[in-house]
Protein backbone atom coordinates (compact mmCIF):
# COMPACT_ATOMS: atom_id res chain seq x y z
CA UNK A 1 0.00 0.00 0.00
CA UNK A 2 1.57 3.49 -0.99
CA UNK A 3 1.73 6.56 1.51
CA UNK A 4 -1.10 8.37 -0.12
CA UNK A 5 -3.26 5.17 0.16
CA UNK A 6 -2.28 4.33 3.49
CA UNK A 7 -3.00 8.03 4.39
CA UNK A 8 -6.57 8.35 2.45
CA UNK A 9 -7.68 4.72 4.58
CA UNK A 10 -6.82 6.27 7.59
CA UNK A 11 -8.34 9.37 7.28
CA UNK A 12 -11.32 7.85 5.56
CA UNK A 13 -11.27 5.65 9.29
CA UNK A 14 -11.37 8.62 11.40
CA UNK A 15 -14.05 10.38 9.57
CA UNK A 16 -16.28 7.72 9.45
CA UNK A 17 -16.05 6.84 13.13
CA UNK A 18 -16.68 10.54 13.95
CA UNK A 19 -19.46 10.90 11.43
CA UNK A 20 -17.98 13.42 9.29
CA UNK A 21 -18.20 14.06 5.71
CA UNK A 22 -15.51 15.41 3.41
CA UNK A 23 -15.71 17.32 0.13
CA UNK A 24 -12.18 17.82 -2.45
CA UNK A 25 -11.46 20.87 -3.70
CA UNK A 26 -8.25 20.33 -6.18
CA UNK A 27 -5.85 22.14 -8.65
CA UNK A 28 -2.83 20.86 -8.94
CA UNK A 29 -3.22 17.71 -8.03
CA UNK A 30 -5.70 17.03 -10.74
CA UNK A 31 -7.77 14.73 -9.19
CA UNK A 32 -5.11 12.30 -7.47
CA UNK A 33 -6.42 13.74 -3.99
CA UNK A 34 -9.77 12.73 -4.83
CA UNK A 35 -8.89 9.68 -6.12
CA UNK A 36 -6.90 8.48 -3.33
CA UNK A 37 -9.92 9.39 -0.81
CA UNK A 38 -12.57 7.13 -3.43
CA UNK A 39 -9.73 3.93 -3.21
CA UNK A 40 -10.91 2.35 0.00
CA UNK A 41 -13.99 0.63 0.11
CA UNK A 42 -16.68 2.43 2.12
CA UNK A 43 -15.09 5.92 0.63
CA UNK A 44 -18.75 6.57 -0.29
CA UNK A 45 -19.79 6.62 3.52
CA UNK A 46 -17.26 10.26 3.91
CA UNK A 47 -16.35 11.59 0.55
CA UNK A 48 -19.49 13.66 -1.08
CA UNK A 49 -17.91 14.74 -4.04
CA UNK A 50 -14.43 16.70 -5.89
CA UNK A 51 -14.40 19.40 -7.81
CA UNK A 52 -10.79 19.68 -9.89
CA UNK A 53 -10.57 23.59 -10.23
CA UNK A 54 -7.56 23.28 -12.68
CA UNK A 55 -7.91 27.16 -14.04
CA UNK A 56 -8.23 29.90 -11.80
CA UNK A 57 -11.45 31.10 -12.82
CA UNK A 58 -13.10 27.90 -12.31
CA UNK A 59 -11.51 28.49 -8.61
CA UNK A 60 -14.10 31.65 -8.68
CA UNK A 61 -17.15 30.44 -10.34
CA UNK A 62 -17.45 27.16 -9.18
CA UNK A 63 -15.76 27.70 -5.81
CA UNK A 64 -16.60 30.77 -4.79
CA UNK A 65 -12.89 31.89 -4.31
CA UNK A 66 -12.81 35.59 -4.15
CA UNK A 67 -12.07 37.06 -7.89
CA UNK A 68 -10.24 40.14 -6.47
CA UNK A 69 -8.25 37.97 -3.96
CA UNK A 70 -6.98 35.70 -7.17
CA UNK A 71 -6.44 38.88 -8.96
CA UNK A 72 -3.96 40.19 -6.52
CA UNK A 73 -2.23 37.29 -5.29
CA UNK A 74 -2.64 34.32 -7.95
CA UNK A 75 -3.85 31.34 -7.36
CA UNK A 76 -0.97 29.95 -5.04
CA UNK A 77 -2.05 31.49 -2.15
CA UNK A 78 -2.17 30.17 1.80
CA UNK A 79 -6.12 31.93 1.48
CA UNK A 80 -7.25 30.92 -2.15
CA UNK A 81 -6.55 26.93 -0.66
CA UNK A 82 -8.37 27.84 2.39
CA UNK A 83 -11.60 29.58 0.49
CA UNK A 84 -11.22 26.30 -1.93
CA UNK A 85 -11.70 24.12 1.13
CA UNK A 86 -14.81 26.04 2.53
CA UNK A 87 -15.97 26.24 -0.98
CA UNK A 88 -16.06 22.54 -1.26
CA UNK A 89 -17.72 21.73 1.54
CA UNK A 90 -20.15 24.72 1.23
CA UNK A 91 -20.69 23.32 -2.34
CA UNK A 92 -21.29 19.92 -1.68
CA UNK A 93 -22.85 19.96 1.42
CA UNK A 94 -19.49 18.62 3.70
CA UNK A 95 -18.39 19.06 7.25
CA UNK A 96 -15.30 18.81 6.00
CA UNK A 97 -13.43 20.45 3.01
CA UNK A 98 -9.81 20.02 1.52
CA UNK A 99 -8.12 21.62 -1.31
CA UNK A 100 -4.79 21.74 -3.09
CA UNK A 101 -3.34 24.40 -5.20
CA UNK A 102 0.64 25.27 -6.21
CA UNK A 103 3.07 24.75 -9.34
CA UNK A 104 4.01 21.42 -9.75
CA UNK A 105 6.68 22.44 -12.55
CA UNK A 106 8.77 21.37 -14.20
CA UNK A 107 9.34 25.34 -14.26
CA UNK A 108 7.89 28.28 -12.36
CA UNK A 109 4.59 30.02 -13.23
CA UNK A 110 3.98 33.71 -12.94
CA UNK A 111 6.73 33.70 -10.57
CA UNK A 112 5.98 30.84 -8.22
CA UNK A 113 8.53 27.69 -8.75
CA UNK A 114 8.26 24.76 -8.65
CA UNK A 115 7.32 22.87 -5.91
CA UNK A 116 5.16 25.95 -3.84
CA UNK A 117 2.09 24.51 -2.82
CA UNK A 118 -0.57 25.41 -0.09
CA UNK A 119 -2.87 22.54 0.95
CA UNK A 120 -5.90 23.65 3.67
CA UNK A 121 -8.79 21.96 4.96
CA UNK A 122 -11.52 22.89 6.91
CA UNK A 123 -14.16 21.52 9.91
CA UNK A 124 -17.63 23.31 9.93
CA UNK A 125 -16.15 26.15 8.94
CA UNK A 126 -12.75 26.46 10.58
CA UNK A 127 -9.94 26.59 8.56
CA UNK A 128 -6.18 25.79 8.22
CA UNK A 129 -3.50 25.95 5.79
CA UNK A 130 -0.48 24.80 5.61
CA UNK A 131 2.44 26.43 2.98
CA UNK A 132 5.39 23.67 1.61
CA UNK A 133 7.90 24.04 -0.85
CA UNK A 134 8.08 20.42 -2.04
CA UNK A 135 11.01 19.09 -3.49
CA UNK A 136 11.19 16.65 -7.00
CA UNK A 137 9.67 16.39 -10.26
CA UNK A 138 5.99 17.29 -11.33
CA UNK A 139 4.90 13.34 -10.14
CA UNK A 140 6.47 13.43 -7.05
CA UNK A 141 5.14 17.13 -6.10
CA UNK A 142 2.18 16.25 -7.31
CA UNK A 143 1.72 13.32 -4.76
CA UNK A 144 3.29 15.18 -1.68
CA UNK A 145 1.28 17.48 -1.90
CA UNK A 146 -2.16 15.42 -1.82
CA UNK A 147 -0.18 13.22 0.99
CA UNK A 148 -0.04 16.79 3.07
CA UNK A 149 -3.15 18.09 1.77
CA UNK A 150 -4.87 14.09 3.40
CA UNK A 151 -2.11 14.74 7.00
CA UNK A 152 -3.46 18.16 7.15
CA UNK A 153 -7.14 16.99 7.54
CA UNK A 154 -6.34 14.42 9.46
CA UNK A 155 -5.01 16.85 12.47
CA UNK A 156 -8.18 18.89 11.97
CA UNK A 157 -10.58 15.83 12.12
CA UNK A 158 -8.31 14.07 15.14
CA UNK A 159 -7.92 17.49 17.41
Known amino acids: MTMLAAAADGLLAVARER ?34 AYATDVKSSVLGVDAALLAERGPVDADVAGQMALGAARLLGARCGVATTGVAGPGPQDGVPAGRVHVAACLDGVVRERRLDLPGDRAEIRERAA ?7 HEIVTG
Open 19 to 52: GLTVAVAESLTGGMLSSALVGPPGASDVVLGAVV
Open 147 to 153: LAALELL
